[in-house]
């Protein structure tokens, strides 16, 4: 081998006019690297405010001249001139012979130079690279302006790489670890075959030969096997044990050709609904890696980077990676061997071209696609981390594509130890038509579930109802998806080409609403939302009956598409700080333990009634105590242990229904929890619920005046009246009222409150000026992206305050608030900025209101509590959170503690809400 990096002398091209086949730029570049890295480019006036972008830009033709020394020894060799990581079309020269072009953008682009190459002479090599997008795909995340940019250069390196001509080849490795048999394809470049002899041989990763085979005569087909011990182990993400094959060629009995490959001893199967591992179920724990690289913007040749991604990531429990719309580069795929990661990686395809089954695609896409498919199985094919394909992502419509199916076929016929699928996302089930050795559906969108079905109080409920559709495994697209607040610190680790241009809005925005001094916080309560709601998302996801796996979107922030703030790690791949590994782990192993109840929150002295379940892949578990105890932080409520018998490894296993009662006299957060020891692996999980005691009705209920009425359900004896103090057109004095509760302002609830009443105005959708329809799951994605989403807050910042230290909370969204806040509004008050929230609600960072569910004031000589709760829902009204709320805002609002700091006058409150006229006009 023949390393050829270093510097080059370079020259840009813009209008691919010059000609470099002669002659020698004065320029110089490195390699490898990218164009603009090096200061090649130029900046532009684009300022995205939804994704990265690089500090300069280059699009268009660069030439690359060297000149090189050609070592003697590799006359009458075969020599290959290997270029990495390039995009995208080179066309290569030497000493103006033309070589040839090449397009491919997943593996090495080579070129054949043995017929021109001068052993121990200096030779002109000239590489003529173009990086324009010429075919409509740019929206592969290989290259797109969102993930790895529109990048150009050699940022793998080049080499020459030199070959016996008539040595070995090439070889192909395949197990069959029920025969206990390593099969071996030897492809050698040699014709006559009568003076040679091979000897091949497996060792371990000591160096030690563990089997071995000698043939005098080579097989024509040039296939043999050796056999393998029982006891051999197996590659997996437990054990990635690697051995190597070594393959030596002899001519006359004199060592000719020797090549090693490394291998793991390992099958990937299907059965039905399962996924098979070495003939045993394995659960896809999985994340989606986007071709995110925030140094380079493009994906980076360093074995320790990707070594430390896997160690972080499966120190989080995940097992998986789909890699979108790209395949890395060989030193990936060495560390994925050695982490023992299952990954899915794709065609690098994401585009419209295959949503039309009756038109097929442009022939000129298909047919790059055709040879990109061959080329990565070709380099990929001994890499056992490489176990699943993908032709790209969200290709096809719901029916399927013919082409996609032809591609299917195509890879089956090329390499049938690995499973394929015809795309990522897109296409509904039953799959009918549609060519898979698995599917991905996104479980949140499949009919009949969307997004707001992601997460809820109810635990008894699952994505059965995608996965009965299907018995092909099946794996969850793009799961998760719920976003957090931005965070401005980051923007200090972006020490390369690219820049956080969306941060700068979003700084803008956050200081000219004085936000800035507040994101801190914001991130904080954000971030605890984030990871409970991803939580119960996941879970769901593992409840459900014959699922095979989850792709969650994603670990890691996405930078791109409005800047999707998803992960639990920023881009650097650092510890956001929301949760700890072991955390996590517990809801993200092949073996978790799960829960299912009806809802979150209960009466004293109501039963709880919860389902507890062990969802357990891989090897059988013959036995399993199960532990649990409902806890609050001072005592132990009530515990058990359940044994559990031959738990097959397949999936689910009902462990046993608690019923319990639980008494208190005050509300409560009560924790169940459970752990077990699997095969000597620790796993545990935790739950929490709420119980309330049951409400009196408040003191002097018959001197409370409402004319809202659904309150008749709630609050027996109060008065029940359509205005207040009002007599005809007349003000009438009201001396009989303590407390008047309204859903809309009015002219004689306003003059109440000015003459020193006390008012709870529980604001409804529709009755002010300014409001946002919230839901209680974070904001999907983010809000440029989809605007036009139900829900676009982040969640709630609950303030210590009298009242609220009467409701059980932490100060942050938690499912004892579901019902409360799930599509209601929030009311921005940037009006009245001398009023703070007593419940918070963080809005998305991109719009960044000032907003709240709950806050007070004095009006006059009077004071108003505001609401947006859902308290006068018939369907949760009676619920014990909303019980719990309701009566203890009456009890607040009728003592002393009810003192409001801020002060607003009529003016801005008529700013603020509209208000119901007493006289009807008729036009």
Known sequence: MLNLNGTWHFSLDPNDEQNWIEGIPEETIQVPGSIEEQGYGEATAHQPIGTWKKKREYEGVAWYVKEITIPEDVAGKDVILQLDGVRWITECWLDSQYLGKEDRLSTAQCYSVSHVLKPGEKQRLVVKLDNRMHLPMQESHIHSQHTSTYWGGITGGIQLIARPRQGIKDIAITSDINRHLVELNIALRHENRESLSMEAAIVDDQGKEVTSVSLQELPQEGRLQLEMAKDARKWSPEDPYLYTVEVSLFRDGHLYDKRAVSFGFREITIAKYQILLNDVPVFLTGYVDCCIFPQTGYPVWDIDHYRKQFAIVKSYGFNHVRLHGWTPPEVFWQAADEAGMLVQTELPHWSRQYNDPTKNAPESVHQFLKKELKSILHALKNHPSFVMLSMGNELISEEGHPQMNELVKMARECDNSRIYTDNTGFGNLPAQTREGDFFVPTLNWHPPYNIDHAATTDTTTDYAEVTRLEEKPLIAHEHGQFTMYVRPQEAEKYQGILQPYWLETINETLAAKGLDQQTEAFIEATGVHLVRALKENIEKARRTPNLSGIQLLDIRDFPGQGHATVGILDVFWDDKGLIEPEAFRQFNEPTVLLMRSKQRTYFSQEHLTIQLELSHFGIPCPTANVHWQLVDEEKVYEKGVEQLHDIAGDGIREVVTIKEAIIVDQAKKITLKAWTDCNGKQVSNQWDFWVYPKQNLPRHVERIWTNIDELRASLYGARFENELGVNELSFQPETEVDLAITDQLSRDVMQYVLDGGNLWLM??????????????????????????????????????????????????????????????VALNLESIPKVQPLIEVVDNFNRAKKLAYMFEVRLGRGKIFVSTLNLTNRKQMKSPETQHAFFNIIDYLQSEDFQPDASITVGELLGLFKVKSLIKLTY
Do not use: C
């Not at 676009?792 to 609950?798: D, H, L, R």
């Open 763 to 824: 604001a409804k959708e529709g009755g002010q000026y300014d409001e946002v329809i919230t839901r209680y799951l974070p904001t999907f994605w983010n809000y440029l992206w989809f605007p036009e989403q139900v829900g676009t807050t982040m969640g709630m910042q609950i303030h210590s305050h009298p009242l609220l230290n009467r409701l059980p909370h932490d100060g942050f969204s938690d499912w004892q608030w579901y019902h409360l806040v799930d599509r209601t």
